[in-house]
């Protein structure tokens, strides 16, 4: 199955959760609303609400990439005191 991407611009954010609701309540196959991904400089709050709540997952790559980091840190220790 390919991907299709889409951008789309607005001069107003009335205009994009206009556009939001009208593609939630739409019929397209292949298209699913929680695909879609809203990229601004600065938040929207009105928006998010339209297309809301989506996982985030980048604070548990942190957390593994701190703590890997750390054993990883304190093993070359060890092992080169030993």
Do not use: Y
């Amino acid at each position: 199955m390919s991907k299709r991407h889409l951008l789309a611009l607005f001069n107003d954010f009335d205009e994009a959760v206009a556009a939001i609701a009208e593609l939630r309540g739409s019929n397209i196959k292949g298209f699913d609303i929680d695909d879609m991904i809203l990229k601004s400089p600065i938040e929207h709050p009105e928006v998010e609400e339209v297309l809301g709540d989506k996982p985030v997952n980048v604070q548990w790559f942190t957390l593994v990439g701190a703590c890997m980091g750390g054993l990883l840190a304190f093993f070359l220790v060890a092992s080169a005191q030993a």
